[in-house]
């Protein structure tokens, strides 16, 4: 864990901050190259990333707040300062999907091409800024006694919740898995049967992946829906459920309409 990188006055540079900063450049450059292949409007691609960059932030950072309502109280301010934690994924995964697709319709541009462009560096993006929440020390694991299980600092999140004891590296699940998906989905392109089906395949496994990771992530005891057996479902795993399911919906759409 190593939140903080440099401190200089009123400068603070953080892990998490960098990665989202390297998945966002790296992620843009990535999409116009592909975009250039296919015959996609550059300038569209970089108009797109930065609108889905803020409906992601704001999104997560919404989602966050109307569900943590007490800790804002009297805190009006406390909003806006996303640089002290407090986003949820979900929230900016919905906000960016419907906002985003939006997006690309008012610039009467074909939606499912351009989705398909972007969709394998979404998986990247996930990918890199899951190592900054590990270097943050959020979104953190259950305890586990597997070999590879973490301990973090004590001024950490984790150990102001669970003390000092071996904890599962989450962050890094879903950060190892969500690469394997951005590979995956390049080779998959060229075998793909219709314009979205890449996109719709990038919501559908990242949703399943996340879904999977969270058997092993700590939630607050308020965030459980109900138990099956040793398995305890969370509310982002039903939020997860209805991507997956929204994602065969629309791929069953789209299919005859290639046709």
Not at 124 to 150: D, H, K, Q, Y
């Amino acid at each position: 864990m190593h939140p903080e990188i440099l401190r200089a006055g009123v400068l603070h540079l953080r892990f998490y901050g960098l990665a989202l900063t390297l998945s966002f450049l790296l992620g843009t450059h990535l999409a116009m190259r592909r975009a250039r292949r296919v015959h996609v409007s550059e300038d569209l691609i970089l108009r797109l990333v930065l609108v889905l960059l803020f409906l992601a932030v704001a999104g997560s950072r919404a989602h966050y707040v109307l569900t943590h309502l007490s800790e804002f109280r009297g805190d009006f301010a406390g909003v806006f300062m996303i640089w002290d934690g407090g986003l949820s994924m979900y929230g900016g995964v919905l906000a960016a999907i419907v906002g985003g697709l939006a997006y690309i319709k008012s610039q009467h541009c074909p939606v499912w091409k351009v989705a398909d462009v972007i969709a394998p560096f979404i998986a990247l993006g996930e990918a890199i800024t899951r190592i900054g929440c590990f270097m943050n020390g959020c979104c953190f694991g259950t305890p586990t006694s597997l070999p590879w299980g973490v301990v973090f600092p004590d001024d950490s999140f984790s150990a102001a919740v669970l003390g000092n004891v071996h904890i599962h590296p989450s962050q890094l699940y879903l950060s190892g898995l969500a690469f394997l998906v951005f590979v995956f989905l390049l080779w998959f392109e060229k075998r793909k049967k219709f314009e979205g089906q890449l996109f719709w395949t990038c919501v559908l496994v990242l949703a399943g992946a996340r879904a999977l990771v969270d058997f092993t992530r700590y939630y607050d005891g308020s965030d459980y829906i109900g138990q099956l057996g040793y398995l305890r479902f969370n509310n982002n795993q039903l939020v997860a459920a209805g991507l997956i399911v929204t994602s065969v919906i629309m791929m069953r759409i789209l299919r005859p309409r290639a046709r």
